[in-house]
C-alpha cells in the first residue's frame, strides 16, 4: 500500500510484501477477456500471494481488499518475471 521492491524473480527470504495474512479476491483475465483464474486468496507470512497460472497467457489481473484494489498485466511466458511487485492498493 505505501511501498515496494523492484524484482524480477521472486526470492522466499528476500521478498517482503506489506499485507501478511490478509485475503483477497483475484480474477485474472487473458488477452479475450477470458478468466483465467476467480476466488479468494490469503497472503503468506511474507506478504506474497502465490498463484499457478497456465503458461503462456497475457492478460490482467485484479486484486480487492480492505475496500481497496489493484490491476495490472501479467504474463506467463518462459521469460515472464516470477514476482509482480508493481500493483498498488488504491
Known amino acids: 500500500m505505501t511501498n515496494t521492491h523492484a524484482c524480477r524473480i521472486h526470492n522466499l527470504v528476500t521478498c517482503k ?3 501478511r495474512n490478509e485475503t483477497f479476491s483475484v480474477t485474472v483475465r487473458d ?3 477470458t478468466i483465467v483464474y476467480a ?12 498463484l499457478w ?19 495490472g498485466t501479467i504474463e506467463t511466458a518462459s521469460v515472464s518475471a516470477t514476482c ?6 488504491s
Open 53 to 71: 497460472l497456465p503458461a503462456g497467457i497475457t492478460g490482467t489481473i485484479t486484486l480487492s481488499g480492505r475496500g481497496l484494489s489493484a490491476s
Open 31 to 33: 488477452q479475450n477477456g
Open 39 to 50: 476466488g479468494e486468496r490469503t497472503t503468506s507470512q511474507n506478504g506474497f500471494l502465490g
Open 84 to 89: 509482480l511487485t508493481t500493483l498498488k492498493l
Open 17 to 19: 510484501g506489506e499485507l
